[in-house]
Nanobody
Framework: QVQLVESGGGKVQAGGSLRLSCVAS????????LGWFRQFPGKEVDIVAG????????YYEDSVKGRFTISRDNARNTLYLQMNNLKPEDTAVYYC????????????????WGQGTQVTVSS
């Protein structure tokens, strides 16, 4: 079974930065489309950023464009999300997810999910 383990969440003041990591195991990493999603309290999971297996141009949700960067290191089976200029409205639980090949931004199309990591941004 594919396993995804996130880390790097925490508390930060507005304007600060965090880098999330997601280490994947039990999969051929370079065959997988990967994504970062987040869930606000009482809301459904939604896309933050996605990156296809072939590393074509990444997708970003509009509110994070220019502030967040998704990247992957296939040698380390690791997905990253660099988050800069964080805002209180970025406060959420962040999840990484994977699917073999395929599209990069629809949550229901992803087969494997990490346990989530809390990001809290104070004003």
């Amino acid at each position: 079974q594919v396993q995804l383990v996130e880390s790097g969440g925490g508390k930060v003041q507005a304007g600060g930065s965090l880098r999330l990591s997601c280490v994947a195991s039990r999969l051929t990493f370079n065959e997988y489309t990967l994504g970062w999603f987040r869930q606000f309290p009482g809301k459904e999971v939604d896309i933050v950023a996605g990156l296809r297996w072939n590393e074509e141009r990444a997708y970003y949700e509009d509110s994070v464009k220019g502030r967040f960067t998704i990247s992957r290191d296939n040698a380390r089976n690791t997905l990253y999300l660099q988050m800069n200029n964080l805002k209180p409205e970025d406060t959420a639980v962040y999840y990484c997810a994977a699917r073999q090949f395929g599209r990069r931004k629809i949550p229901t199309e992803f087969d494997f999910w990490g346990q989530g990591t809390q990001v809290t941004v104070s004003s």
